[in-house]
């Protein structure tokens, strides 16, 4: 069922990449056409006395390629934790309606009311994330019930919680659900808020700007001089080897940007959409649904189970 | 509702960045100044058999950059971490505002206050943090009951979290609140507990001096040597490149320095009142009021939900 | 009874390490055929004007150590998660078959009805993660009563799992189990849960794939253009030196790709037959069966307890 | 209240770092010695064939840096778990005050007898840790009924934990303490248990002294030879600039020494006897009260609440 | 009663790192020879035109150097992670033990007999990691009602921990130990598990065999050619430098192989004699028995408490 990535590389050099590569591609062009002009002007500037040489530019190339190390490091953190994130919500949303399945066998129309409003939860979640409109997901699946409520809140992942938290308290005070699976339960709600407000806290505040602008400036400004840095050395071949030295950092750099959000719509960001419709087909399946939803559009970011 | 970070790069880069550019500034200038006396002066210097080449440089600027690497990690860990305790605070309080909201439903005044406690809660941990004056907010957020004795003790925050658990010992003496929703409810105030002693501990014990100093020593020195070893070989090009090196160093150590004390007003440490506002709307909409109270001016480093 | 590994360091080198190297011996010789066509035509082409020189491969070659090193951390660190969930599944099926023990002291066969599902878990989540068919291991494991429910379910391991929670509500509305110790195994089932879900995330979302793309493109067309760097300098030894440097980087490369999908059969994957062939022989002994299930071929990369 | 660190880094210039300087005081002084003499015999030796070239010691240094950096980072992972050990001692004693306070409001002497354990129980293990004498302190602050028993135990921090438990086993067989409270203060009694356990294991047990005798030998050696292998290319310079790498190398290195052991008496070790005095002023004033133990002499590593 | 380890560097420094000097030693003979061997016959093979320079063995060597560090790391990781298990293994034996003494006041047999179990349970953990015959500790230290079945099984660390839940569950059968008690227990007793089964999973799963055998390789290879590539710019200083450059890596390739087993009985590895016979001292002085058990030969490696 897995399908493992390195058998794909090939097709999805250009799907995934591609959105890196068009970013930088224009700053690669600039850095060819200086790489050029700096060897055709190279014999003319240097009679005037202007001349870079390679070991400066190979200190600070190093220092700064230790400083990109770090901020890729603190970027890939980020995407590591939303993804687990997401995992956990799946987690979380199976054991419910487990919990909430052997709790209630002889009432199926409740079972499905809490269903629902879990599917309904990550959809909700994703939207809020991605800063869509969550509307039509959310009267397609939110049980009746709550529709109005979680439509008319501006907050409405946390209304929903809410819903979900009053409907277990319904539940026991009809005494459907006994006080000890309530306990039970209320923790994976309390996982749930705890991964709703994880997801706030990496989409509200990005790495420190200064950070990233700071690695970007100086990942610009020496891609920019390094032709005339290597032109000296290498002349004809500075455009070749100053585009190689260009194309690691610059793509890099982009990248760091690329996954320091997560939750965004860039090729390299998680699959927010397809990790919903799994999620959706698994809470489904454990409810014996039939047909399950279908299967999105196949994603390349993401290994149906 | 979200607002990806990208989308104003362009405006943000005077705003935050400023800060620690304007930091730095003097020490540029220096730096230039001492380029441009390198390259005038150089030729007679050399005469006195006086020169300095780029080899040790190099050695030293890669070793100081992994250094500077490592202790940039350490601040940004503080920062992430800061950042997670305010997160989790949402969390607890949004969980603890849910459980009593369920509990009291034929007790609204009492929810009231509960909530005005947690709100002033979260003011008062900020005020606490930035060593300001918090009695205004908790005049204008505590219930009256608790009021005069938070303002009276010299540890406000934690005597909040005391009243809060008197309240609740309060209602479980009533038998408003059962003994299983009372075990839940406190160990969201043990949470409370640990967030106020997590953000103590980031906020009273600085990374260790000698660390922060010896970068920043070496940083400092590094820089103003550094026009002398590179005009041999650049001669005319030392200022630029001189004083780009240089801003490459000393602007993620200044950015290093202020990511370590995360809570303070530099520009790019956390948004405390953004966060404390939106917490307090958060709560406000979760207890049905209207209107929400305002909100603060727009953080730019903070994207509301 | 522990093997440890360096007894056996020699005979291992080739079966172990073989996988590596036999993926990148093809690239090593082309490296190889270059080294040598770049020391023969040397002479040739630099009357041309073409010139490569040592110091920016240098740089270039620092950095992408710099990001190959990052690389190689976050495979490993997926591999060592891999790695401590299947160790958790080992401890969470232990406790569960010594709490089922404990509790149900006179009804051996539900005691080994659970045990079995335990067992089946294991094997059922290594097929699913290799993408293999566990029909045969689900036959030969899964009690008779839930062995059809299992085999006709698209999602088996959680499916076991929904099973095991059926058993265990079984159990206690039958008043064999009390509700302390319901709770308990919950717990425990729980943990199942989590363990299941962290596989499959690891096992669904790769690194993002521009990481490893940038990464190994770089590194490949590095170790090309390598010889016509070294060749000025070194002549008949370029051969030598850049096959060494270039197996030093593709290989460290190579091995990250592995190491970033531990599920697979790969020789540095996990050792999952082995994992699972122990948990079965433990969890045999547990239950005092005998004779234990036969320890499968020895496998290099796992020490039998 | 809080005084952030930047506004007095001057005068705690000489105080904290000093420490550092003065212990490579004596090592800087003889690569001084090493540079002059590397200068003036420079051109003598160098007739017999002698000569060493900045090159190899570029790699070595770079080398050097990095192991450095990895090392330092590992003292400073200490220093960061001890003092979160400790900050969670803090929180661990007020929740306990806390609940004891609400649970026994008819009996503040018992109240009060707790109260005087917890402050025992972090001074005692102050001294466990820095190997000085606790009987003075144990003497003030514990209660009478446990003193002599504590006095006589050879591992007295455990013996106060041990009293604890049974004086919260006593309170709960007179009726004073329900189930659900004892089962709250017993988790945090255990909290207590495992901040014991973690600083002693920290203290017990260094980095592998193998780690850091290679990393500190081959510093000290490097820095040795460095004057040797400079004198070629900076003559009159070489003192100066040598002194400056080593002055870089050494002082990290010492610093990762002080670290790794952060219950020492040493500049940059936690400043224990004020966190135990910050500690024993919150808990009064948690008791209400007055006079609050005195506050010690400000100390510069760490900032009153 | 703590000693610092900076006390005694001077005597330690040939005991302990005398281990990882006396595996590389031959080694670094090796190296040394081929360094006279390059110094004698430079002039020789450099008509062949044969040359190497230290350009492209400083790129490799920085590169490995970047490896190296982050091998170490790793190795270092699996290091801590054991100690802090064994540190989590005495936390809660000495809290089960506390559990057990305030629980069962008056049956003083039934707290020696778990007490015994507890202490068997290190040993066997040591003996089991270790692979070395664990007969004569069980026959020491378990208790006559289970020593038998102990002995016979092939998992005896498991088979104790079963043991111990046994009797536990006993004692709540009678009535001793109340179903709150039981629970807190029974937590304790899930840790003990968790910890048997982190330390099979570190003992069991090596770093994967390729990683270690790509740094170790290209180390040795690296180191091997050094001479020759620095004998053309140091003459007869080459084989100071190259013996000093191949320690520093030697040395740190070697220490990382032994601390990536932990548990092994190398120097620089845990120190589980003095760790268990620091357990037995502690329980027996917590059941107050008199004497303790004598303190085993003082290990250089573990501070007594």
Not at 9 to 28: C, D, E, N, Q, T
Not at 113 to 137: I, N, P, V, Y
Not at 189 to 208: D, F, K, Q, V, Y
Request: charged share 20%; hydrophobic share 50%.
């Amino acid at each position: 069922m897995i399908v493992r990535p390195y058998q794909h590389w090939f097709p999805r050099l250009f799907s995934w990449h591609g959105a890196v590569l068009s970013k930088i591609l224009f700053r690669l062009s600039l850095n060819l056409m200086m790489a050029v002009f700096a060897v055709i002007c190279f014999q003319w500037y240097e009679t005037l006395g202007i001349r870079l040489t390679t070991a400066p530019f190979s200190l600070l190339g190093v220092a700064i390629a230790i400083f990109l190390g770090f901020r890729n490091s603190a970027s890939y953190a980020r995407f590591v934790e939303a993804r687990t994130l997401w995992g956990g919500l799946l987690i979380a949303q199976r054991s419910l309606l487990r919990q909430a399945k052997g709790a209630l066998r002889r009432d199926p129309a409740a079972v499905k009311e809490f269903g629902d409003m879990l599917m309904a939860f990550s959809w909700s979640l994703k939207h809020q994330l991605r800063g869509t409109d969550s509307s039509e997901d959310i009267r397609r699946l939110a049980p009746e019930s709550v529709r109005d409520e979680v439509l008319a809140s501006p907050f409405r992942t946390n209304r929903l919680l809410l819903c979900m938290g009053a409907w277990l308290a319904d539940r026991r005070e009809e005494g459907a659900i006994s006080d000890l699976l309530y306990n039970g339960m209320d923790a994976n709600l309390n996982e749930l808020a705890h991964i709703l407000g994880g997801c706030e806290r990496i989409s509200n505040t990005p790495i420190p700007f200064a950070y990233s602008l700071i690695v970007h400036r100086t990942v610009y400004l020496f891609c920019t001089l390094l032709p005339f840095a290597l032109v000296a050395d290498l002349h004809y071949m500075t455009p070749l080897v100053s585009v190689f030295i260009s194309y690691t950092f610059l793509s890099l750099e982009s990248l760091a940007e690329e996954l320091e959000d997560p939750f965004g719509i860039a090729a390299n960001d998680l699959p927010l959409d397809a990790i919903c419709n799994t999620t959706e087909r698994l809470l489904s399946e454990m409810s014996d649904l039939s047909p399950l939803p279908a299967v999105h559009q196949p994603d390349a970011k993401f290994n149906l189970i």
